[in-house]
């Protein structure tokens, strides 16, 4: 495309550019990323290099703009998922809730098992809250899995998993869970699917 640059003599400068656009969940077109051959600049700074052949040459300056700008790009993304990250991107991909205080220990240790995992995960140990209430504020929080753990769950060494959604996945050894929550994030999987 050609360019209009202000004050410049000449009108028009001659710029090649190559855009990258994308669309977001309303259907409206964004240019993120481009890529742009600047032909003017490097006469403006007087660039010069030593060609193999030993002549000058004036250089072309390349600039590039991966994603365009980081906030346009992130609000293309928080549309686009409506709130809903994956879980490979969601800064908020489980959550712990004992069913009552006398399992705080319990939450706090699976917690700590997948965070040295980079599992990007938190407890919720109010005790002034009822199940119900801390399974729904986990869920408005758009946390991608919800992990509800009691006796049973303590005794077998277990968790029971949920998703945002509210699709019961049951139980799961921590183990197990562990290696299939790593390997959704690795996957870089926009569904949060744990088969």
């Known amino acids: 495309r050609k360019h209009q ?44 290099y030593n060609a193999p052949d030993g002549t000058e040459k004036r250089p072309v300056i390349v600039h590039r703009a991966v994603l365009g700008t980081i906030e346009r790009m992130t609000g293309i993304l928080t549309e686009h998922f409506a709130g809903k990250w994956p879980f490979w991107l969601s800064p908020r991909q489980v959550m712990v809730i004992p069913v009552m205080p006398m399992f705080n220990d319990y939450a706090i240790q699976i917690r700590d098992k997948l965070h040295n995992q980079h599992i990007v995960i938190d407890t919720d140990l109010d005790d002034g809250a009822t199940l119900n209430k801390k399974v729904r504020n986990a869920q408005l929080a758009q946390y991608n899995f919800i992990f509800v753990v009691g006796e049973k769950e303590q005794n077998s060494g277990t968790v029971n998993v949920r998703t945002r959604d509210n699709v019961v996945h049951g139980e799961h050894t921590i ?9 959704l994030r690795d996957s870089k999987s926009n569904v949060d699917n744990l088969e």
């Open 5 to 48: 640059i202000a004050g410049t003599e000449e009108a028009v400068v001659s710029t090649q550019s190559t855009g990258i656009a994308v669309r977001d969940a309303l259907r409206r077109q964004h240019q993120c990323a481009t890529i742009q051959l600047d032909f003017q600049l490097p006469i403006r700074f007087n660039l010069l």
């Open 175 to 183: 183990e197990d869970i562990t290696e299939k929550l790593i390997r």
